[in-house]
């Protein structure tokens, strides 16, 4: 659900639809979260290098890093005004377009991120029509990661929760909720806005991936990180039917090809760099608090709640058993190996 940012990265894919246009020169122009240098962004680049060199120079995409182009309600309100062609965003920028994908990271879903493989390939293809009604094309998936509570003081239980001045992404209504049913202090901010808000004081907590916390440099303002995750939080490249219409049916092939290339490739660095990046927190003097199992039961409770709240406003009620049903089916195959 958070850090969301992440993702950003998300979606490296380009997924797109064939169109008549001339084979000219064009410039896709993408905004995401992602700072330079970040193990999303560094994946992106090399993967537009690849398409500008096998295009011969026709197609270039142009990403604007780092928050420059605003949070992600800014990244789809200036596609849909033609200010951008795309994104890579996080759920919650996905959610602007298509609030049900959000059924995909809800909170204590899953338990690992084969689950949320399993799942999520099976329902890739439903969202993916569902966005091209709302005329964008939503590519392959990337991941942000197991999102966990970062905070300046220790967290054991909901109660410590309760004590903090929580950072709350303003437009995300499931983490709201969520805090709602915990009664935490959510404070609602951009993402741009975590790192000076942590320094300031203004918040005393967050939540995130590791290689996000430590990409955005959240990891230097905080001192404990929960060992529970909340939820497994993904994202993808979004772009418009207008912009996909700019390319010829040839360089269109080109670049589907080496996307979805790259977007498998980023998978793995993702979930490598999350590893790398716990490595960091904890040498740097994160200390990572052992969740207590009642806290995890409780937590869980209310999560379970939250589902269930949420079908018919966010997500369809049909939408939720279909998570749910591939979620068993692939604990029921592990089960019987």
Not at 197 to 208: F, H, V
Request: glycine share 6%.
């Amino acid at each position: 659900m958070m850090t969301r940012f992440l993702a950003l990265c998300a979606g490296v894919t380009l997924a797109l639809t064939a169109s008549p246009a001339a084979a000219q020169a064009v410039e896709l122009r993408f905004a995401t979260l992602a700072p330079a240098g970040s193990p999303w962004m560094e994946v992106l680049d090399k993967a537009a290098a690849e398409i500008k060199e096998k295009t011969a120079g026709r197609v270039t995409l142009k990403y604007f890093e780092g928050g420059s182009q605003g949070d992600e309600k800014d990244f789809v309100r200036k596609i849909n005004a033609g200010q951008l062609d795309g994104a890579a965003v996080t759920s919650v920028g996905l959610s602007l377009i298509e609030e049900s994908i959000r059924v995909l990271e809800l909170p204590m879903m899953f338990k690992s991120v084969e689950e949320v493989d399993y799942v999520a390939d099976k329902m890739w293809p439903y969202f993916q029509k569902k966005f091209e009604a709302k005329h964008f094309k939503l590519n392959d998936r990337g991941d942000v990661g197991w999102i966990y509570f970062l905070s300046k003081s220790k967290v054991e239980t909901i109660a410590d929760l309760k004590g903090l001045k929580l950072w709350q992404w303003g437009d995300d209504s499931l983490v709201g909720l969520m805090f709602k049913k915990l009664a935490l202090n959510g404070v609602p901010l951009g993402v741009p806005e975590v790192d000076s808000s942590l320094t300031s004081g203004r918040i005393t907590a967050a939540y995130g991936s590791p290689v996000a916390a430590v990409a955005l440099q959240w990891h230097t303002k905080i001192k404990f990180m929960t060992s529970m995750p909340m939820s497994f939080a993904i994202g993808a490249t979004v772009i418009s039917t207008a912009a996909v219409k700019k390319l010829s049916p040839e360089d269109l092939k080109t670049v589907e090809e080496i996307t979805r290339s790259y977007s498998k490739k980023l998978r793995k660095v993702i979930r490598k760099s999350n590893e790398d990046a716990k490595t960091t927190m904890t040498r740097k003097g994160v200390t990572v608090v052992q969740t207590p199992a009642a806290t995890v039961d409780e937590f869980t409770k209310q999560a379970a709640a939250v589902q269930q709240e949420l079908a018919g406003k966010v997500y369809s009620k049909a939408e939720l058993e279909m998570v749910i049903k591939y979620r068993d089916e692939f604990r029921a195959k592990q089960g019987a190996k």
